[in-house]
């Protein structure tokens, strides 16, 4: 079993920004990539971001270029820097890594998540 530790959620202005790290027990994103999702109150998770092996990554559209995902594979780490923040992406934060679960698009491995609020 493979642990996945949130961190650096908070709340900021509109305009401001926050950089989330994702610290795993082990070295799974060097296999599999890290991927992260939200989920805002009254409203079903949804997928930000994702990081592949081999660098590529790809985002929801709604983050308009303002948010970077990134691997430190030396540190089992993954991090989402997001710039720019709307009151719009207030939500639970999740790191989402790990081999891919059943017949879904989502990987095993779920982080406990991290609060962002962005106050306008």
């Known amino acids: 079993q493979v642990q996945l530790v949130e961190s650096g959620g908070g709340l900021v202005q509109t305009g401001g920004s926050l950089r989330l790290s994702c610290v795993a027990s082990?070295?799974?994103?060097?296999?599999?990539?890290v991927a992260w999702y939200r989920q805002a109150p009254g409203k079903q998770r949804e997928w930000v971001a994702s990081?592949?092996?081999?660098?590529?990554?790809n985002d929801a559209w709604f983050v308009q270029g303002r948010f970077t995902i990134s691997i430190d594979n030396d540190k089992n780490a993954g991090y989402l820097q997001m710039n720019n923040l709307k009151p719009e992406d207030t939500a639970v934060y999740y790191c989402?890594?790990?081999?891919?679960?059943?017949?879904?698009?989502?990987?095993?491995?779920w982080g406990q998540g991290t609060q962002v609020t962005v106050s306008s």
């Open positions: 989402n890594a790990g081999p891919l679960r059943g017949n879904s698009d989502d990987r095993i491995y």
């Open positions: 082990a070295s799974i994103f060097r296999r599999y990539g």
């Open positions: 990081r592949a092996v081999g660098g590529a990554t």
